[in-house]
């Protein structure tokens, strides 16, 4: 996604902002559910990116917009994630956030990057 934005001469704060939302959502879909799928659509103003996992969803999504909470295993704690910033992160540096969730099927986070 970098490169092609980079590419077509998108701003690099723009670029930056569209990286740090993902790398946040891809974590987020590593440590919970075990992977999951990126979809990125780059649109003539905005970058619109879909991480989707078959994970165990989000029980409470106003609790895990809370900086600081999290339910990260230990193992992933070990390797210095878990500090419950992903969810916060992603809407801190996207233009918009959408969460679905349904406990037990997965979860949906779509952002929006406008450049």
Known sequence: MKKMLTRIGVR???????????YEAEINAVIHARGGKAIVMILPDSVRIEIVDQGPGIPDVDLAMKEGYSTAPDTAREMGFGAGMGLPNIKKHSDEMKIDTEVGKGTTVTIIVRF
Do not use: L, Q, V, Y
């Open 12 to 22: 690099p704060e723009s670029i930056k902002r569209a990286a740090i939302a993902m």
